[in-house]
C-alpha cells in the first residue's frame, strides 16, 4: 500500500511559469509534510515542510498548499527558473510520540524548466 | 561540518559478493537511515536506527542487514549480492527531539551507486 501518492511522475514548465507537484496521503496519524529537492548525483534536500495546523506556507519562490480534509498537499514553485531542473519528493511522518517516524516518500515528480 | 558521508561512493559487485557500505555523521544525530533509490520508485527505506546498538527493519529489508555499533556510524552489509540489489543507496540522519525542540529534517548523503552484475 503506497502511503504516499504523488504526481505526475514528469512536468516540463516555461521559464517564468508556476510549477505544481500534488501529493495524497491515507494515514491521519501523519502530522508532517515535508518536500524534498534531489539534484542529479546528489542527496535529496529539505526544500520546505508544513504541519496540519496551517493550510499554507512561503518561502521565496515556493509554496506548499494543505488540505486537511482532502488529504492533499502540493508544492508550487512560483516563476520557475531552469535551476530549479531536479526530482522532487514530497513526504509525510507521525508526531514522535507515536513511535519510530521514519518519513514516507513519493515517487518523485521529474521537473524540467525549459529556456 | 561534513554532515553526512557515505562510503564508497561507486561498486561493481559480481553475483553472490558481499560488501559493506558506511555511513557517517558527525551532527551527533540520534536517528539514522539507509533508504535505496530506484527509478520510478521514489526512495524507499531498507533498515533504520533510533540509536546506537539499536536497528529496526523498514519497508524493503530482505537481503540486507545492519549494525549501529557507534552512534556516528551506521553500517549497511549486503551478504550474498544480487542483481535486483543494483540502485543508489543514500543515507540519512535526523536529531531527536520533542515538543519545541522537535526536529524532522532528515539530512541525506551524496548516496552509493552499487552495480550488480
Known amino acids: 500500500q503506497q502511503q504516499v501518492k504523488q504526481s505526475p511522475q514528469s512536468l516540463i514548465v516555461q521559464k517564468g511559469g508556476i510549477s505544481i507537484i500534488n501529493c495524497a496521503y491515507e494515514n491521519t496519524a501523519f502530522d508532517y509534510f515535508p518536500w524534498y529537492q534531489q539534484f542529479p548525483g546528489k542527496g535529496p534536500a529539505l526544500l520546505i515542510a508544513?504541519?496540519?495546523?496551517?493550510s499554507e506556507k512561503k518561502e521565496g519562490r515556493f509554496t506548499i498548499s494543505f488540505n486537511k480534509s482532502a488529504k492533499q498537499f502540493s508544492l508550487h514553485i512560483m516563476d520557475s527558473q531552469p535551476g530549479d531542473s531536479a526530482t522532487y519528493f514530497c513526504?509525510?511522518?507521525?508526531?514522535?510520540?507515536?513511535?519510530?517516524?521514519?518519513?514516507?516518500f513519493g515517487k518523485g515528480t521529474r521537473l524540467s524548466v525549459i529556456a | 561540518n561534513a554532515g553526512v558521508t557515505q562510503t564508497p561512493k561507486f561498486r561493481v559487485l559480481k553475483t553472490g559478493q558481499s560488501m559493506t557500505l558506511l555511513c557517517a555523521q558527525d551532527?551527533?544525530?540520534?536517528?539514522m537511515y539507509w533508504y535505496r533509490q530506484d527509478p520510478g520508485m521514489g526512495l524507499r527505506l531498507i533498515h533504520y536506527s533510533v540509536g546506537e546498538g539499536t536497528t529496526a527493519k523498514g519497508e524493503v529489508p530482505d537481503g540486507y542487514n545492519v549494525s549501529r555499533l557507534k552512534k556516528q556510524n551506521f553500517l549497511l552489509g549486503l551478504e550474498s549480492a544480487a542483481p535486483s540489489q543494483t540502485s543508489v543507496y543514500f543515507c540519512?540522519?535526523?536529531?531527536?527531539?520533542?515538543?519545541?525542540?522537535?526536529?524532522?529534517?532528515?539530512?541525506f548523503g551524496p548516496g552509493t551507486r552499487l552495480t550488480v552484475l
Open positions: 551532527m551527533n544525530h540520534e536517528y
Open positions: 508544513i504541519r496540519p495546523d496551517v
Open positions: 513526504a509525510a511522518s507521525r508526531p514522535f510520540f507515536s513511535g519510530n517516524t521514519p518519513l514516507v
Open positions: 540519512a540522519s535526523r536529531k531527536r527531539g520533542t515538543g519545541r525542540h522537535r526536529t524532522d529534517t532528515q539530512y
